[in-house]
Each structure stands twice: as C-alpha cells, then as structure tokens.
C-alpha cells in the first residue's frame, strides 16, 4: 500500500525536525501506529500506519503556526503521494485544518497522538520511568487531571474516542497497551538518532 519507505519518511522528517523531543513523538507515534494496524486487522498496511505516524507533524517544530498546512505543501514538493499527505493533515481537524478523518487509520491518528503525549509523560513521573507497569487506573487518574500534561488536549482524546465510536477506556487501554508492546523498539529507535 506504501510506496514511501520508513528511510525516505524519516529523511525527510529530520530535515525539517532536529529537536529529541520531537523526533521522539515521531517515533513514539509511528510504533503505535503499526501496534494499531496489525491489531485492528489492517497488517498489510502497517508500514503505511507507521509512515503517517512518523510523518504527521512534519511542520510542527519550523511551522507550529501552519501545522498540518505546511506539511501538506513540504509533503507535495517531495512528490509524496496524496493518501499520506491527506492522513496526517486530518489529525489537526477541527484545530487547524477541516479535514475530517474518514479512514480508521486517520480516526486513529487523531485519537491516539496526543494521548501518547499523556502516557509518555506520566510514564516520566513513574520511578521505573517506563509504562512497563503502568496500569489503566492510573492513566485514567492522570488523564482526569487537568493540570497533568496540560498540553494534552483532552477534548481532542476523548473526541478520537467518539469519532471511532470507542469508550474513551478502550482508547485509554489499547493506547497503553500499544506503548507497552512497542517500548523497546521506540526505545531502540530513539536510541539510534
């Protein structure tokens, strides 16, 4: 289904994108993008899930201003094909863009992106620092907690939820269980930059 590579997707994410933190939510995103595809019966489009994941905040570090419109502009003038370019631009629906995830990849996205923003940040406040033993309860705890990871929108989590038709445990739960399943390579991976 991918025509673009993970090299070619990553090549072009670190030339716009050099700050850790960043490369790090890109990483993160691509690894429970492809736990999804492979565990909502999508596998043969993994390396799609996982690119769209890799790439869909493009723009952020140099355009914060312009997310999802400049990368569908940095995307067209590296010839990348449409079905990317409209999958990571909706994940800003209803923020900056008004292109409504219609795909469950998309719907995924949307959901799943800043929700690992929250879970990698309670992660950070756990002694082990891994969310190897983090369980539900506490993730609902701190989702509950305005204060906590208050960038993490959590109007646009719960809106994931409901745009996929989920109770936001579901989200909550799956969204953990795929940090969990992919802690060592997102580790690995970050560890290689």
């Known amino acids: 289904m991918v025509s673009m590579t993970r090299q070619q997707a ?4 670190t030339k716009y994108n050099q700050e850790p933190f960043h490369l790090r939510h890109a990483i993160t995103v691509e690894h429970v993008m492809g736990w999804y595809a492979r565990e909502l019966g999508y596998g043969e489009e993994a390396d799609f ?4 994941g890799l790439l869909h905040d493009l723009d952020f570090e140099r355009w914060p201003e312009e997310h999802c ?12 094909e449409e ?3 409209r999958a990571t631009a909706c994940h800003g629906w209803g923020i900056c863009v008004d292109i409504k995830p219609e795909h469950e990849m998309e719907k995924v996205l949307f959901a799943a992106d800043e929700l690992t923003g929250l879970i990698g940040a ?3 406040m756990r002694p082990s620092k891994s969310v190897a033993d ?3 309860k506490s993730l609902k705890k701190k989702f509950k907690d305005k204060k906590f990871a208050a960038g993490c929108s959590r109007e646009v989590i719960a809106g994931g939820a409901e745009l996929l038709g989920w109770e936001l445990d579901k989200l909550l739960d799956l969204t ?3 940090m969990q399943a992919e802690e060592a390579a997102i580790e690995t991976a ?4």
């Open 10 to 13: 990553w090549d072009l994410l």
């Open 49 to 52: 899930w996982s690119v769209v």
């Open 69 to 80: 419109k400049k990368s569908q502009e940095l995307m067209r003038q590296e010839g990348v």
């Open 83 to 85: 079905s990317i370019i």
């Open 122 to 124: 309670a992660a950070l």
């Open 134 to 136: 983090m369980e539900l």
């Open 176 to 178: 953990l269980k795929a």
């Open 190 to 193: 970050v560890g290689a930059i």
